[in-house]
């Protein structure tokens, strides 16, 4: 039970990061959208944003997936 809890904690940290990435995300495309010069920088943070959205997600499927397993 007690890794349960810390893996929810760490599911909720993900998800505030992801919350930050998203606004990364769009401030990056808002970049490339107007024709930056250089869009390198604006990829490599799209590609470090998506990273942190599959964490979170692949985190809080596995985490749901224990809760449901703990319950039945």
Known sequence: ???????????IALGGLSLLAGLMTHL???????????ATLEWSVLRV???IFLLFIGSALFTLGRVLK???
């Open 49 to 51: 944003c998506a990273l």
């Open 70 to 72: 703990g319950l039945s």
């Open 1 to 11: 039970m007690k890794n349960l809890k810390r893996q929810i904690r760490v599911t």
């Open 28 to 38: 990056a495309l808002t970049d490339i959208y107007h024709g930056e010069a250089d």
